[in-house]
């Protein structure tokens, strides 16, 4: 119990040391060229170049050898459990949101996973086609009406938002790896989840590197869509058409 | 005497012939407009993802990643059914106004290479699909529909959504003019990127962008094929 209040002090400390870190470094981005959603825009590009450039340098190569070395199966065994603990999380998520059948879909995937199979590595609930919801706190927040406040790009764990930063507190206490009391054991795994969601994205940010023109722009841009759209459950309610008809003819 | 009963009778007989010709004629011209009228979005549509998948799961060329195979194959059956110049005129925006014809036609062909690369790419991985669409939420006069399909494979299901425009005029039919991928709409993504880009260099410094980042993509194709 003092483990977990140890950290979440921490964590807290951490959070509100990043935020002031955050106030400090910047003024407001302003200029015909800023984003109503990213009022932290210098900073946030600071911290994504930083992360940018730790994932060239580390983690993708580490992520790059672990999906070179792993045969397929071991990997997708690795993903399952790692995917089973975040159902436990997201059952409690999902009630919280009063959604009934995704809590009772995730409740079910996670006793059927852990019960019937080597602790969700099977992953038999998706052969059982029940369908995997998975919720975060900053979803619960967002479902009960706290608006996301700007975009934040965080050291090590890439695009949010301040309330979804908020929720990430949250989401440390639900997270079944935080209650490892073996601390070796519990970094170990910790990094393990890390280096296999990398190795999951690896064609993905290929893809990135590919289609965007400014890739943190991008990143920002889909990020904050695809979270409305997540916490809404794909009909987020003000999806009216954002984008203007333009047609006039050409200049002559 | 004549029958009066006999003038009735053909009279009724003849109205009774009119009538069915006069019917059939009406059913013949009514079922004209029909034949030709709009393919509702929604069947439009499963039409064309079962057509995709299909392709996906048969062609040879396409499971290999042939990117030139796969290009083809869109502009057949998939671009006919894109308003292309929308999607480009609103991911440019208001800048969009200010350009020349010719200027116009580079961002379109350019923007339109970008984006059927990548699909091309992600194409070319995709096996064992399947998918459903939603029920169609729409008014009877709605000019503009969003139709709603996902697509299940390995792992996670796949939202894909669509917004299509009647094509003004009977008969014309649905165009795509947005496509949403996992709750993130393609044009809107774009659009702070061109400004981005047009407010530091301008319509041609976009077109040069555009340009460069074609040219980089095909040549980073080409060279796994070789080695």
């Excluded at chain 1, 060239?56 to 050898?65: D, L």
């Excluded at chain 1, 170990?188 to 940010?205: F, G, H, N």
């Excluded at chain 2, 079922?31 to 057509?51: C, G, H, I, S």
């Excluded at chain 2, 961002?107 to 669409?133: C, D, P």
Aim: glycine letters at 8%; a neutral charge.
């Amino acid at each position: 119990m003092k483990d977990v209040m140890t950290t979440v002090v921490k964590s807290a400390l951490l959070r509100a040391g990043l935020m002031g870190l955050a106030l400090l470094m910047t003024g407001c981005a302003s200029g015909p060229a800023a984003n109503r959603h990213d009022p932290l825009e210098p900073f946030n590009r600071g911290v994504f170049q930083f992360n940018d450039g730790l994932d060239r340098a580390v983690i993708k190569p580490v992520a790059t050898a672990y999906r070179d070395v792993l045969p397929s199966p071991i990997r997708t065994g690795v993903g399952n459990f790692f995917n089973n603990l975040q159902d436990a999380w997201s059952f409690v998520n999902n009630a919280l949101q009063l959604k009934a059948e995704y809590a009772g879909n995730s409740l079910v995937r996670f006793g059927v996973n852990s019960v019937f199979d080597l602790a969700g590595v099977l992953d038999i609930a998706t052969e059982m086609q029940i369908e995997r919801h998975t919720k975060d706190f900053g979803h619960t927040l967002g479902y009960w009406g706290i608006s996301p406040g700007p975009y934040l790009v965080l050291p090590l764990l890439g695009p949010s938002t301040l309330r979804d930063t908020a929720g990430l507190v949250v989401d440390q206490q639900g997270n079944l790896l935080s209650g490892v009391a073996h601390i070796p054991t519990r970094n170990s795994a910790t990094a393990l989840k890390l280096v296999d969601r990398r190795a999951q994205l690896l064609q993905a940010s290929a893809m990135l590197d590919q289609v965007a023109l400014d890739p943190y722009t991008f990143t920002r841009d889909a990020f904050l869509q695809r979270r409305q759209s997540s916490i809404y459950d794909g009909n987020p309610p003000d999806e009216a058409d954002e984008v203007p008809v333009i047609t006039d003819n050409p200049a002559p | 005497m004549m029958c009066p009963f006999k003038e009735i009778d053909m009279k009724r007989r003849f109205f009774a012939q009119w009538l069915s010709a006069t019917t059939f004629g009406a059913l013949f011209f009514a079922a004209m407009p029909v034949l030709a009228a709009d393919e509702a979005p929604d069947a439009l549509m499963d039409r064309l993802t079962k057509e995709a998948l299909d392709t996906i799961a048969s062609d040879k060329g396409v499971q290999a990643g042939d990117v030139g195979r796969i290009i083809t194959l869109m502009d057949e059956k998939i671009m006919p059914y894109v308003n292309f110049q929308r999607m480009t005129s609103s991911a440019v925006g208001p800048a969009w106004r200010q350009a020349t014809p010719a200027q116009r036609k580079l961002l379109e062909s350019e923007f339109k290479t970008l984006l059927v690369r990548t699909y091309a790419g992600s194409m070319s991985q995709a096996k064992n699909l399947s998918f459903n669409i939603k029920p169609l939420r729409a008014a009877v006069g709605d000019k503009e529909v969003i139709v709603r399909t996902v697509i299940t494979g390995r792992g996670d299901p796949v939202q894909l959504d669509y917004r299509l425009e009647k094509t003004p005029g009977v008969g014309a039919g649905w165009k795509i003019y947005n496509l949403n991928v996992l709750g993130v709409w393609l044009v809107d993504t774009y659009r702070s990127q061109f400004a981005q880009e047009i407010n530091a260099r301008g319509l041609d410094g976009l077109i040069a962008t555009l340009t460069e980042r074609n040219k980089a993509n095909a040549a980073a194709a080409a060279k796994p094929a070789k080695g």
